[in-house]
């Protein structure tokens, strides 16, 4: 499956977030691509969202959309979305997605984000910034996975069981 991907950049992070993108050493250990990569073709919006698109089969083998790449972007990231990219029942899902061209289409508007971050670390950093937000499932329009929106519901974003979709129908 294709998700589109928010996400805004932790700032006490963004340094350390920059080498490691610029060093190759983002995602280190993650053995299914350069998470490295695709974070770099994302855009950046004025209010400071970074916006990619991510394969991933996770939720295929596990239930959970990007649940295997999470560590690694939430040590760097805040207040992720993962939003799939077009209707499940349209995707032909593994291991076609790697290289099915559905999401070429789709160009999130903005700076893109290796320039933004670039610029971001000479900005001051306040002090006393709000807490992010856990990640959220969006799923397509609204329908995510039993797990999806448990986990969703357990980070304070509610539970409202005409969305959760109890399997993901690819027919």
């Known amino acids: 499956m294709r998700y589109l991907i928010s996400a805004r950049v932790r700032p006490e992070r963004r340094s350390e977030l920059l080498r490691a ?23 950046v919006d004025p209010s400071g969202t970074i916006r990619w698109v991510e394969v991933c089969y996770c939720r295929e083998f596990s239930g959970v959309a990007m649940v295997e790449e999470l560590p690694y972007f939430e040590e760097f990231l805040t ?9 499940p029942r349209l ?39 709000p807490p992010g937000r856990s990640t959220r499932w969006l799923g397509w329009r609204g329908a995510v996975t039993p797990e999806e929106e448990r986990r969703n519901q357990s980070a304070g974003y509610g539970l409202d069981k005409s969305r959760c979709a109890p399997e993901i129908d690819k027919s």
Do not use: Q, W
């Open 79 to 87: 207040d992720m979305t993962v939003t799939d990219a077009r209707s």
């Open 91 to 129: 995707c032909n899902g593994y291991p076609s997605c790697s290289t099915c061209d559905c999401t070429n289409k789709v160009r999130p508007k903005g700076e893109p984000f290796l320039d933004h971050l670039r610029k971001s670390i000479h900005e001051p950093t306040e002090e006393a910034l």
């Open 21 to 43: 993108l610029e060093g190759g050493k983002f995602g280190a250990g993650f053995p299914y691509g350069d998470l490295g990569k695709t974070l770099c073709e994302g855009r």
